[in-house]
């Protein structure tokens, strides 16, 4: 059966505005980029992926903003039910690092302690614009016991690496 599958995982999208997690939706679920930023802002929405993690069938239901956050509205739907997330900053925006407390308190509070949270440094293809340090993240990551990987949507690297890491984390927790 093509939609059989041992478990299914959400995974939530989080993070300031522009900082690319629709370019990292779109490119882990369709492997594609989009330099426009979006002009539909509203209702979020979610696509599945089907992917082996450990030998097993896992259906990941990844869920993006949609630009909610843009109005501090993120709805308690969108956290709903979510064994992962990827916190998401731009490298070459430092507000958006600095924001990162307030997403995580927010995510905290509306998911349980056992979520599995990747802290996702986006745009690291703009190496000569880096405004946050790579060891600044990390200690980050410790210090709240998140994991950590810098991406690029728009070349594509380590996109799929940071959610295979996620769910293979998930699963370890949840099966
Ligand atoms: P969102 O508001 O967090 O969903 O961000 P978007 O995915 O809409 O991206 C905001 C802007 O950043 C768009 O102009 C994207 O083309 C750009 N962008 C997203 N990811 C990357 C990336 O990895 N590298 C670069 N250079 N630009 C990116």
């Known amino acids: 059966m093509a939609d059989a599958y041992d478990y299914i995982f959400k995974i939530v999208l989080i993070g300031e505005s522009a900082v690319g997690k629709t370019n990292i939706f779109s490119r882990f679920t369709q492997n594609d980029f989009n330099l426009e930023s979006k002009t539909t802002i509203g209702i979020e929405f979610s696509t599945a992926k089907t992917m082996t993690i ?27 039910g ?13 507000e958006t690092f600095q924001n990162l407390e307030r997403w995580l308190r927010e995510l905290r509070e509306h998911t349980s302690p056992s979520i599995v949270i990747m802290l996702v440094g986006n745009k690291s293809d703009l190496k000569h614009l880096r405004a946050v340090s790579t060891e600044d993240a990390k200690a980050f990551a410790e ?19 940071a959610f295979t890491q996620v769910l293979t984390e998930i699963y370890k927790v949840e099966s």
């Open 54 to 80: 450990e030998d097993k069938s896992v259906n990941a239901q990844i869920w993006d903003t949609a630009g909610q956050e843009r109005f501090r509205a993120i709805s308690v739907a969108y956290y709903r």
């Open 82 to 94: 979510a064994v992962g997330a990827l916190l998401v900053y731009d490298i070459a925006k430092l």
């Open 143 to 161: 210090k709240n016991n998140l994991l950590f990987l810098e991406t690029s949507a728009l070349d594509g690297t380590n996109v799929e690496a």
